[in-house]
Nanobody, 124 residues
Framework: QVQLVESGGGLVQAGGSLRLSCVAS????????MGWFRHVPGKEREFVAA????????YYEDSVKGRFTISRDNAKNTVYLQMNSLKPEDTAVYYC?????????????????WGKGTLVTVSS
């Protein structure tokens, strides 16, 4: 089992920044691809970003490219999502996720473990 706990959400004005953190415990953190998804009520949970085991390769949903940066610190069992130039449409509950492969980390069905989420609200 892997337990994931997110933090760092909150209320921010458009154009502002937030950094989300996700601390993992349980099985070996460095064995997993880590990612972030987000969910808006009435819509499907969507992929935002992912990072490979070593933290070398990153992947982003098109709407966040150039604004969000995913990173990880395997020594701290933590993955981060730095969000800059935030827009009202970024408002959502953000979920940390873990999966074994690149293909799996990008799909809801492929995720092995989920956090409980942290709310990000961007005001206009």
């Amino acid at each position: 089992q892997v337990q994931l706990v997110e933090s760092g959400g909150g209320l921010v004005q458009a154009g502002g920044s937030l950094r989300l953190s996700c601390v993992a415990s349980g099985r070996t953190f460095s064995n997993y691809y880590m990612g972030w998804f987000r969910h808006v009520p009435g819509k499907e949970r969507e992929f935002v970003a992912a990072i490979n085991w070593e933290g070398v390769r990153t992947y982003y949903e098109d709407s966040v490219k150039g604004r969000f940066t995913i990173s990880r610190d395997n020594a701290k069992n933590t993955v981060y999502l730095q969000m800059n130039s935030l827009k009202p449409e970024d408002t959502a509950v953000y979920y940390c996720a873990a999966a074994r492969t690149y293909g799996a980390i990008r799909t809801i069905e492929g995720i092995d473990y989920w956090g409980k989420g942290t709310l990000v609200t961007v005001s206009s």
